[in-house]
């Protein structure tokens, strides 16, 4: 019963305090007033401000691009054979042009510079870097396939000089793309007299067409007036360029193929009976005509032009220059072609061609024709100033 009564309290309690929460809620829950709109106030207008000036940047320069250089050749160790300029004399004068260039050269005759250019070409290795020498040495050359083909370096070297074009194509040697050399300078033969030998002449002659025949009768005539034989040939220097060059053609019309005919022996005989006895007995000693026609025991010669310059140089209102004589076959003549080519076993072959580039500038040519007596075979060259034996009329 008691434990009845203290549950039912319990409940009561509990249902007292149900209904007090149920008061409570129902009297203090009031509507949530809704708030009354309000007007932002306006935003102030922002006071434009200037950036601060910022300094342009400086131009920048390009990098500075240097050319590339081609790499340098070593000129000292170029080998340079050459068949002129072998005397002592002309050595002298050519090395000093040469000086300049960076490099030297070896004189040498033509028979053993075949020999050296066409063993090395057989052995397939060689020390001949550039060969410098007459256009009729080359043909032998060309026979061994010794030589290198010159055409685009040639090409090359025309882009600021302008060679002869008639030498470029002797340079071919018949064929029709294959360069065996290099123009590199030319001459000629000529006559040479004191102006004392000039009375002597034969009546009606004319020094510059002179024939055969009247040239022996001037040297005779010179004999008989003076006593002494003053007509001289080179016959220790370059005599055979004389026979070959000038005599046999005029007298027979060729060289080779008619070298023994009828007209060869009547040139020979005259030769012997009409112009020989009033030759200088010491022709045959004679190397350079200069020398002797300076000194005075020469009063008529035959010589290469360089072999005549010093006579001309010295004493330029002395002398006279002539061709040679003509025959009955006309008047022969010899040009002189020299050319640069290399070797296709040249162990420095950008050093030779360097070389080429040097010896066929315009003005080495100048130094060449007035040092040395060999005419250029570029255009360009300058000949304002030349030495009366150069400039001879």
């Avoid at 045959?284 to 032009?305: K, R």
Wanted: with cysteine; glycine share 8%; aromatic share 10%.
């Amino acid at each position: 019963m008691k434990r009845r009564t203290t549950q039912a309290r319990t409940f009561s309690i509990l249902a007292a305090l149900l209904a007090l929460a149920l008061l409570v809620g129902a009297c203090g829950a009031q509507p949530t007033p809704v708030p009354v709109p309000t007007t932002a106030p306006a935003a102030a207008a922002p006071v434009p401000t200037t950036a601060p000036a910022v300094p342009a940047p400086e131009p920048t320069k390009a990098p500075e691009v240097k050319p590339t250089e081609a790499p340098k050749v070593d000129m000292g160790s170029l080998v340079f054979f050459s068949t002129q300029f072998v005397p002592v004399e002309e050595a002298e004068k050519f090395r000093a042009i040469l000086k300049d260039g960076g490099f030297d050269f070896t004189g040498s005759e033509e028979g053993p510079l075949l020999d050296l250019v066409t063993a090395e070409a057989q052995a397939g290795k060689g020390t001949v870097d550039v060969v410098g020498a007459l256009h009729g040495t080359f043909p032998p050359l060309q026979k061994v396939d010794a030589m290198a083909n010159m055409a685009d370096l040639a090409d090359d070297l025309s882009a600021n000089r302008s060679f002869t074009e008639a030498y470029l194509e002797t340079g071919l040697l018949g064929t029709e793309d294959y360069l065996y050399y290099v123009p590199w300078m030319q001459a000629t033969y000529i006559m040479a007299a004191h102006k004392d030998a000039l009375q002597y002449l034969p009546a009606g002659a004319d020094i510059n067409a002179l024939t055969w025949e009247q040239l022996g009768e001037w040297c005779k005539a010179i004999y008989d007036k003076t006593g002494t034989a003053r007509c001289g040939f080179p016959q220790a220097g370059l005599f055979h360029r004389f026979l070959e060059g000038y005599m046999w053609p005029s007298f027979t019309g060729g060289m080779v193929s008619d070298f023994q005919s009828n007209e060869a022996a009547a040139m020979l005989a005259w030769l012997r009976d009409d112009l020989w006895p009033y030759v200088s007995p010491q022709s045959i000693n004679y190397s350079f005509m200069q020398e002797p026609l300076l000194s005075g025991e020469v009063w008529v010669a035959f010589d290469h032009t360089a072999r005549l310059l010093d006579a001309f140089n010295q004493k330029p209102d002395e002398f006279v220059a002539f061709p040679a004589p003509s025959g009955s076959a006309g008047l022969g003549f010899m040009p002189v072609i020299v050319g640069l080519g290399i070797p296709k076993t040249a162990p420095n072959p950008e050093a030779a061609k360097a070389a080429i580039d040097y010896l066929t500038t315009p003005d080495v040519q100048a130094r060449v024709l007035k040092e040395l007596g060999f005419f250029p075979v570029v255009s360009g060259v300058d000949t304002s100033d030349l030495p009366a034996g150069i400039a001879i009329p």
